[in-house]
C-alpha cells in the first residue's frame, strides 16, 4: 500500500477491534434477565444512562444507604479455561450482598461491570445470566451495568468483573457490632466451597501438582475436580435478613480474604476477643484436601480459606437455640463455631490438639 492509499483508508471503531453493534445485541439479549429480577421499588429495565430506584416503594420510611463493590479475584480465571461462565456471576453478586447483610441492610439494587478485549455475546450473556441469578437469589434488581470492549487490555477470550451494590436499612437498625459482649457465641453458617478468595493459591496448586481438573474429585467421585472448585459462592440474605430485623443477631462477619483469623475481629470493641475451635465442625473433605495437597500451615489455613465456614454470626447466648432453628428451616447448615471474650480486639483459631494462630488486631485492608 503507497502512501496516497494509506492516507485515504476509512477508519472506524470495528476497525479498531470494537463492535458497536455487538454491543447494542448484548442489551437486547440480556434485557430479559434484568427484568426478571424487578422488586418493589426497580422495574429492572436497562437501556437509559442510569437506573432508579424507589425507597419508598421498597417499605423503607428513614433508611440510611449502604453500598459494597467487589469482584471475583482469579476464580474467573478457572471459568475462563474451563467454559464455566454460567455461575460465575453468582459470585460476583454473592461478594457484594454478603457484605451489605453484615450491616444488617437489605440489598436493593446492583450493577455489573464486565471487561473484554473483544465482545463474545455468548460468553457475556452467560455471565450476565448467573448475575441475574444472583440477584434473584439476594432479593436485589440487576437495574444497570457496562460493558466494556477494550482490545489489547485483554488477551483473547480474557475477562474480568466488577460488580457493585446498594442496600439499605432504617436508620437505628444498623449492624456495628456495638451490642456485642463477652459470653456472646459465635455461630458458622457453612460455606458452599472456596468462594471467592483464596483462588491465586488454588490455582498454583492445581499448576504445580498437575491435576486433572476435568476428572472426578478425588475427594468426591460424582463430581468433577474443577466443578467442586468453581462452586459459586454462597448467599445468606434471604436467610439471614428475618433475623437480623428480629433483633435476634448481633453482629455477623463475611469469611472472605483473611479468611476467620481476620474478619471477626472486624465487628468486635478493642476489649473482645473471639475464639474459634476448628474441632466443633467437620472440615469440609475439599477444605482437607487443599491443605494435604499444598502442605499449607494452619495458620495458613485460616488466614486464607474460610474453612468451610462462609459467615459468622454473633449472638445472645440465650439466643443461640431460637437463631440456629431458624437458620436451619431457612436452608442452612449451622455450627456453633466459638465464642466471644473479654481481651485484646483479635481472633484466636485452634484446632484439635493446639493452636492454629492467633490475630491480635484487625489489619485494615481491602479484604472484602
Not at 162 to 173: I, L, P, Q, Y
Request: charged share 20%; aromatic share 6%.
Amino acid at each position: 500500500m503507497d502512501a496516497k492509499q494509506k492516507s485515504t483508508e476509512s477508519y472506524s471503531y470495528e476497525k479498531a477491534g470494537v463492535s458497536i453493534a455487538a454491543g447494542n445485541a448484548l442489551v437486547k439479549a440480556i434485557a430479559p434477565l434484568a427484568r426478571a429480577t424487578a422488586r418493589p421499588g426497580a422495574d429492572a429495565d436497562l437501556g437509559g444512562f442510569g437506573g432508579f430506584f424507589d425507597l419508598k416503594a421498597a417499605g423503607y420510611a428513614d433508611p440510611l444507604l449502604v453500598a459494597a463493590n467487589d469482584g471475583v479475584g482469579t476464580k474467573v480465571k478457572l471459568a475462563i479455561d474451563y467454559d464455566r461462565h454460567d455461575r460465575i456471576g453468582i459470585d460476583l453478586v454473592a461478594m457484594c450482598v454478603n457484605d451489605l447483610i453484615v450491616q444488617g441492610a437489605e440489598p436493593l439494587f446492583f450493577l455489573d461491570y464486565f471487561a473484554t478485549g473483544r465482545l463474545d455475546n455468548g460468553v457475556a450473556e452467560r455471565v450476565v445470566a448467573g448475575i441475574a441469578e444472583g440477584c434473584k437469589q439476594a432479593g436485589c434488581a440487576l437495574i444497570g451495568g457496562e460493558t466494556a470492549e477494550m482490545p489489547g487490555m485483554y488477551a483473547d477470550g480474557d475477562y474480568d468483573l466488577a460488580g457493585f451494590c446498594v442496600g439499605a436499612v432504617e436508620r437505628g437498625k444498623a449492624l456495628t457490632g456495638d451490642d456485642v459482649a463477652a459470653g456472646d457465641v459465635i455461630l458458622g453458617l457453612a460455606s458452599s466451597g472456596v468462594h471467592s478468595n483464596g483462588f491465586s493459591l488454588v490455582r498454583r496448586l492445581a499448576a504445580d501438582k498437575n491435576w486433572a481438573l476435568e476428572a472426578p474429585a478425588p475427594f468426591d467421585s460424582d463430581r468433577l475436580l474443577v466443578d467442586a472448585l468453581i462452586e459459586p459462592t454462597r448467599i445468606y440474605v434471604k436467610s439471614l435478613l428475618p433475623l437480623v430485623r428480629s433483633g435476634d443477631i448481633k453482629a455477623m462477619a463475611h469469611i472472605t480474604g483473611g479468611g476467620l483469623l481476620e474478619n471477626l475481629p472486624r465487628v468486635l470493641s478493642d476489649d473482645l476477643h473471639a475464639h474459634v475451635d476448628t474441632a466443633l465442625w467437620e472440615q469440609p473433605a475439599l477444605m482437607a484436601f487443599l491443605q494435604s495437597e499444598g502442605n499449607i500451615a494452619p495458620e495458613e489455613m485460616a488466614r486464607t480459606f474460610n474453612c468451610g465456614i462462609g459467615m459468622a454470626v454473633i449472638v445472645a447466648a440465650d439466643a443461640v437455640d431460637r437463631v440456629s432453628a431458624a437458620l436451619t428451616e431457612a436452608g442452612e447448615t449451622v455450627h456453633r463455631i466459638g465464642d466471644v471474650e473479654t481481651g485484646r480486639r483479635g481472633c484466636t483459631v485452634t484446632g484439635p490438639a493446639e493452636s492454629w494462630a492467633t490475630a491480635s488486631a484487625w489489619s485494615a485492608t481491602h479484604n472484602g
